[in-house]
């Protein structure tokens, strides 16, 4: 390197390398507190749309999710002697109603084993769900299972007096 480069000139206009060709000084620019001020508000808006987008974005997928989720209504469920009659359409509802329907052919409530020889209710239903359901509509409709056996082994011909 030569001398001439280290040399500092008075004028940028007027600096030349030995070779004769001017050369290209870089000013660094010197920010002022007022540019640093608006160029970190720049950034500040920048960042809080980004922040409102993503916000808007997620509200509109809440709300496709609401509108595509089903509304849940709330079935007042009658109840009688302390026990709630099952929803239309689950197990129990699907059982209740064929023990209903049994009860009104019959024009009495059905016995136990009444309840298990009939084909539509313990049609694709566990015996134990047949079972516990039965119990409950006895209870609904205020028959006891005590009185049933009474009347079974009357029906038989044995005693219920101990």
Excluded: C, H, Y
């Amino acid at each position: 390197m030569s001398t001439a480069l280290k040399a500092k000139p008075k004028t940028v206009a007027n600096a030349v390398v030995s070779t004769g060709e001017p050369v290209q000084v870089v000013k660094k620019a010197v920010i002022s507190d007022e540019a640093k001020a608006a160029k970190a508000a720049e950034k500040a808006a920048a960042k809080a749309a980004a922040k409102e987008a993503a916000a808007a974005v997620k509200a509109a997928e809440k709300a496709a999710k609401a509108a595509s989720t089903p509304v849940k209504v709330k079935v007042d469920l009658e109840v009688r002697n302390g026990e709630k009659r099952p929803k239309a359409g689950t197990t129990g509802g699907r059982i209740w109603a064929s023990i209903d329907a049994l009860a009104a052919n019959l024009g009495a409530p059905p016995t136990n084993k009444q309840v298990f020889e009939t084909k539509s209710v313990t049609d694709n239903e566990l015996p134990i769900n047949v079972q516990s359901i039965f119990a409950r509509w006895r209870r609904f409709n205020g028959l006891s299972a005590k009185r049933e056996v009474v009347v079974a082994a009357s029906e038989a011909g044995l005693s219920t007096e101990q």
